[in-house]
Every structure is written in C-alpha cells, then in structure tokens.
C-alpha cells in the first residue's frame, strides 16, 4: 500500500513510478530473512541504472554511487527514518538528487535537494547532530536528533518527505 507524493525532482507519471520501484523493493525484500535492506538507483525518467543491491549484513545496504543524476531507493524493515550513514551519503554525493527508504509498513521517507542546496551548511548541521547521537543513551534520543536534523537541513535546499498510507 505505499503511495505516491509530490516532489520537485519527478512529475506525476515518475512519482507513480516510484511509488511502484518501492512496492516492488519490498516484495523483493520479502524473499530474503527478515531485517535484510536492499538498495536500487534510478535516472531521472526512472529507469534502472544496474541492478537491485542486497545487504551482506542485517540492517544496512551498500547503495551505489552513479555517474548520472539519480535517485537512490532502498528499505528500512523496521520502518524508521534515515539513518546517520544515509544522511552522510546522501549529502556527499553530488549526483544523488533523491534518497528514499521504505518500510515494511509502507511509509515512506524522502531526502531531495533543491536548487539551494548547501553543501558546507549540511555538513555543519550533520556534525551537530552526530555529536549529539553520540550523547544520547536511548533510540527515541538519537531518532529526536535525526528529526532535529532533518528540520534544520530543510533551511540549507534538503526537502525531507514522510509519506504514511
């Protein structure tokens, strides 16, 4: 049941077709142990570039840097937001316009940069927050501090998306 929303980077007909690479991640997500994460980048129109990339440990997945503009898809079995290492990959790749993780109750989370985006500006704000991951003792902490994130990042061209069905 994930659904489509409205973004700068993709048009009605690319929103469909990524609500539709997210359904299809998590039925393929679905064959593997329960806690494995599977990347898959796509072009602007999007098509695949390469194929589906499977987590070699629970929890985590490699996603691929690409040589053209594209947006990275990948699942998050426990349905939580962004984590540090998506962040940082995220706002280091240059070409990557749009970052999304889904989970297997069908929410989704977005990152997209805009036309301001700021680099310097994003990385400042991601170090305040990795020192305070580092300070906190609980998840609902270090999940507070992502979310602190994601708020200031949207001042410095971040566009941060939750779609929840």
């Known amino acids: 049941a994930v659904k489509p929303f409205a973004c700068r980077t993709l048009g009605p007909a690319e929103q469909r077709a990524l609500a539709n ?21 796509y072009g602007l129109d999007m098509q695949p570039l390469g194929k589906t990339v499977i987590g070699e440990k629970l929890g985590s997945v490699r996603i691929t840097d690409q040589q053209e503009p594209y947006i990275a898809v ?9 984590s540090p290492g998506d962040i940082f990959n995220f706002t280091r790749r240059d070409n990557m316009r749009m970052l999304s993780a889904v989970g297997n109750n069908g929410v989704v989370y977005a990152m997209e940069k805009s036309a301001d985006f700021n680099r310097l500006a994003v990385q400042g704000a991601y170090e305040k927050m990795r020192a305070r991951i580092e300070q906190e003792k609980t998840v609902s902490g270090i999940l507070n501090a992502i979310d602190d994130f994601l708020k200031e990042a949207q001042t410095y061209g971040i566009q941060y998306y939750k779609r929840a069905n």
């Not at 393929?28 to 980048?41: D, I, W």
């Open 21 to 41: 690479a997210h359904k299809r991640l998590l039925l393929e997500a679905s064959t593997y142990p329960v806690g494995t994460e599977l990347s898959r980048c």
């Open 74 to 82: 990948h699942n998050h079995p426990s349905g939580m937001t962004f």
